[in-house]
């Protein structure tokens, strides 16, 4: 006799079904003349713009509606009073088909407001929770925060008019978590995959209608990131590479620009981050079901389908209610669609990628802050002569040379090249030397240039060596891979 096997498996109940559903713009009911609607509600990464087309034959609707108007839409089983989606008016249009006149309305959810406010705000070891509430109470005091789980996270980061939608993206990226933006505009956050929710489900017997492309996809993995900000006018570069990762998938980069990174801590901070986020693919894909209540952006749901064998949790990141046909597409992980929003902070890491970095270096060794030359890098003790007076590393006194001897910079990766980089005033006769075994085995190096590293090492220093009493230098960085 065959030994049994048993598998741990879920049985969903379907729910009963007597659908009731409304919608209003400016308190005007519409839900008569909707010829198509699509109602959008997820994490604050994905796209959530609302679509609408009115039969307007009757003109019921001309001049009726203006931009900035609020949208509702109310669906459940039983009287149709909850709230499924909330936000305003961003275009109206109309059109004539074989139809008639048709009213075409496209709205957006509130997240969009986040789009609309920039932060310039420096944190300084602040908890990712804490920074959180205090940018919704600061820049958009109109929402709240009170469903923000605690994460006492410590991190720096610095934004300099940034949307807010991208600060909390950051920190997203940072603590590992998802947040969502709900119809009172409250501010929800919590850990990545946390949120598991056995109450709605998508089930071949009840609810879905159609399965497509759900599974794991490598297209979206990277496994090599580097982090582009800048500091005195020269960059700042960090990269989090994953061996791993890069002997299953192969190597698969990704570039990001921030000005907002300052310093080489903040650049590691943020390529780590997003290094554990993506060296892995996530199970993806979307589903069309009937409608669903109870589903909230970041749940973990089970998906159910014996032709297509599935029987597993799926994390949701967007889902859109379609009426009048009373369906819904539900999206799970990451969709390969890139909004443009997105498109345009890509286009803009890739046109800044060579300008700042043309020969491919992988980190830095910056010495600019907001105020000039960072004196926190030098050795004092090592250095003569040399001081920075009003933000300007300069000769102090009359000597015929001074040296100006940096402390030491441990780095995560075997020197092999650099690339020294200035900014200044009279830098003739100005001589530079690195060494990376942190002893004093001087070599110079040629402003600008690449520089194969003789005695290599993981302990990097710069020494920039003075003899005219004009020189003023205000940022220097050296890059290094």
């Not at 993506?278 to 952006?297: H, I, N």
Request: net charge negative; glycine share 6%; charged share 25%.
């Amino acid at each position: 006799m065959s030994p049994r096997i048993r598998r741990r498996g879920y049985i969903p109940i379907p729910p009963d079904r007597k659908t009731k559903w409304s919608c209003t713009i400016a308190g005007t009911t519409i839900t008569n003349f909707i010829l198509d609607g699509k109602f959008p509600w997820g994490l604050i990464t994905e796209e959530l713009v609302c679509e609408i087309e009115l039969d307007n034959s009757g003109e019921d609707f001309t001049g009726v509606f203006s931009q900035g108007d609020e949208i509702i839409f109310l669906m459940d089983f039983t009287d149709g009073t909850t709230v499924q989606f909330k936000g305003e008016i961003e275009e109206i249009k109309s059109r004539v088909n074989a139809n008639g006149f048709i009213l075409g309305i496209k709205g957006a959810h509130w997240t969009a407001k986040l789009l609309d406010v920039m932060v310039t705000e420096e944190f300084t070891s602040a908890q990712i929770s804490e920074i959180r509430n205090t940018l919704i109470s600061t820049y958009i005091p109109s929402f709240s925060s009170t469903n923000v789980e605690e994460n006492i996270t410590t991190i720096n980061i610095k934004f300099v008019n940034k949307p807010l939608f991208d600060c909390l993206i950051d920190l997203d990226v940072q603590g590992d978590e998802d947040s969502y933006i709900d119809h009172d505009k409250d501010l929800h956050s919590f850990k990545k995959n946390s949120k598991e929710n056995l109450i709605p489900h998508v089930t071949q017997d009840d609810s879905l209608l159609n399965l497509r492309g759900l599974g794991t996809d490598s297209a979206d993995v990277r496994n090599k990131i580097t982090v582009y900000g800048i500091a005195g006018g020269l960059p700042v570069i960090a990269t989090s590479e994953d061996s791993s990762s890069q002997g299953s998938f192969g190597t698969k980069e990704r570039i990001i620009t921030d000005n907002a990174i300052v310093d080489e801590t903040q650049a590691t901070e943020l390529s780590d981050a997003e290094n554990v986020r993506l060296k892995q693919p996530e199970s993806q894909g979307s589903a069309d079901t009937l409608f669903m209540l109870e589903l909230k952006p970041g749940d973990k749901i089970y998906v159910i389908s014996n032709p297509h064998k599935v029987h597993d949790l799926f994390r949701v990141t967007k889902f859109v209610f379609r009426v009048p046909e009373e369906t819904m597409e539900i999206f799970f992980s990451n969709e390969r669609s890139v909004p443009k929003l997105f498109k345009d902070r890509i286009l803009k890491e890739i046109g800044q990628e060579d300008i700042i970095n043309k020969n491919k270096m992988s980190n830095s060794f910056n010495f600019g802050s907001e105020t000039g030359f960072n004196e926190n890098k030098i050795d004092g003790s090592a250095s003569n002569d040399a001081e920075v007076v009003e933000g300007k590393l300069k000769i102090v006194g009359a000597p015929e040379s001074a040296n100006m001897i940096s402390i030491t910079k441990e780095t995560s990766i075997t020197v092999n090249q650099v690339e020294v980089r200035v900014i200044g005033e009279n830098l003739n006769g100005v001589t530079y030397f690195i060494n990376a075994d942190g002893t004093n085995n001087w070599e110079q190096v040629t402003l600008n240039t690449v520089a194969d590293v003789t005695i290599k090492g993981t302990d990097l220093r710069l020494r920039i060596r003075l003899t005219d009493t004009t020189t003023r230098i205000s940022s220097a960085c050296i890059l290094y891979k």
